[in-house]
């Protein structure tokens, strides 16, 4: 059984909800995020992102950085932006984008669950990544990015929740386009726990590297508390729980820099061994599953798996996505490319950004180069995945609307 419950949260002054909420710190470059907070002193994004406050040639990660986050957070919590609620609650938080509404619980969810796998996890962490967070929930004793979980629906919970939101929201806001609204939910928490216990797992859409880091600092807080009793906060992290069945996921692409020595028409030769290509008069979406499309300089392709390539995959649920079968049957053995985490010759593309970023990227290249356009992977297939206790690929799944930062930080003892 899920555990899972109401925590007091530091959250903005509902006057100023709107100037402090900030996309999550992972969607923009350095660049990006520079330019964001320029106009922008309230912006969540100062602290999440506290390299902004330094010299661009300052090293991001070193720690001076990490407690310029905590002096900024320390200052604005004595200016009295943020206000923080007398008794534990949960929070019901409402993100509506171009007629699609998703409603999920906010509350913390139990560390033990993600070391005992009732929390599953679906895809890979890189090591630096994590310590970035690390440094940073560590140093703020703070969790100041929510975890998008997501769990199989009970009339018990959509009741909570559907009786909860005909109250009066404490936030409603439209951010880039995405309508934002926030309840408080204090008189029904103990029922919201006690309805949570008979959900058997949850599932990390996205956050794996703030959830693995929020962790990684709560078993360094127990070293530091040997004492502890498991009710302390630093025992949980910042969570926001949907049903499964509101999600959206978009496709994840990928553009590779170079053709691994190879010319346009060797390429296409080796790729014909385990694609069908067809030419596109247009940039498009692939259609279906087992399908890519594929941008080079001036022209796009659609590819289909060969089935006789992939039967023998078909079965395994991580094997037979779309995104692995690539990894395995395309990047790998033809291009080159062992470990897409860590190899600097691919790069990820969030699908939100549309065919226009893949063909600007190829186009920018100094040397033959390709983007593909992915299908976008199924939440029953990533539900398939973690329910087998397997991984996928990195970068498998973009969720949309994204959640942002700064409407809810989960307070942890130093």
Not at 322 to 337: F, H, K
Not at 363 to 372: M, N, T, V
């Amino acid at each position: 059984m899920a555990t899972v419950k109401a925590f007091r949260a530091i959250r903005p002054r509902a006057d100023l909800a709107e100037e402090v909420a900030s996309l999550p710190y992972d969607v923009f470059s350095r660049e990006e995020a520079a330019a964001a907070v320029k106009d922008a002193p309230l912006s969540f994004l100062n602290i999440d992102r506290p390299e902004t406050q330094f010299s661009p040639d300052t090293d991001m990660y070193s720690m001076p950085v990490y407690q310029k986050a905590d002096a900024m957070l320390k200052e604005q919590r004595e200016k009295g932006i943020w206000v923080q609620d007398d008794v534990p609650c949960f929070y019901l938080y409402e993100l509506t984008d171009n007629g699609h509404v998703q409603t999920g619980f906010v509350g913390v969810s139990a560390v033990d669950d993600y070391i005992d796998g009732v929390c599953r996890k679906h895809e890979k962490t890189t090591a630096k990544k994590e310590q970035d967070r690390i440094n940073h929930v560590d140093t703020l004793s703070a969790q100041t990015g929510p975890i998008y979980l997501m769990y199989r629906q009970t009339p018990a919970l959509a009741n909570l929740m559907q009786k909860n939101k005909q109250n009066e929201p404490i936030y409603d806001f439209i951010l880039d386009g995405i309508r934002h609204r926030v309840w408080v939910v204090q008189a029904d928490a103990e029922a919201i726990e006690t309805a949570f216990q008979d959900v058997p797992s949850t599932y990390i859409a996205d956050g794996h590297h703030r959830a693995a880091s929020a962790v990684k600092v709560s078993l360094k807080r127990r070293q530091e508390h040997p004492n502890y009793t498991g009710e302390e906060e630093f025992n949980y992290f910042l969570s926001v729980l949907f049903p499964e069945d509101e999600l959206h996921i978009y496709d994840y692409n990928r553009f590779v820099k170079d053709l691994n020595g190879m010319d346009r028409t060797q390429w296409l030769q080796r790729l014909k061994t385990v694609c069908t290509i067809a030419p596109l008069a247009k940039a498009e979406h692939p259609s279906c599953r087992h399908q890519m499309t594929m941008y080079m300089r001036d022209q796009w392709y659609r590819l289909d798996f060969r089935e006789a390539v992939i039967e023998p995959f078909e079965n395994d649920p991580v094997q037979s996505l779309d995104v692995d079968l690539l990894q395995n049957l395309i990047l790998d053995p033809l291009l080159g490319i062992q470990d897409a985490r860590n190899d600097e010759r691919i790069e990820f593309v969030g699908g939100i950004r549309g065919l226009k970023e893949l063909e600007k990227r190829v186009d920018q290249a100094d040397q033959e180069a390709a983007a593909f356009a992915m299908y976008p992977t199924d939440v029953k297939e990533l539900l398939n995945v973690a329910d087998a206790n397997r991984l996928m690929p990195p970068k498998s799944t973009w969720f949309e609307p994204k959640l942002l930062s700064g409407l809810f930080i989960h307070e942890i003892e130093r």
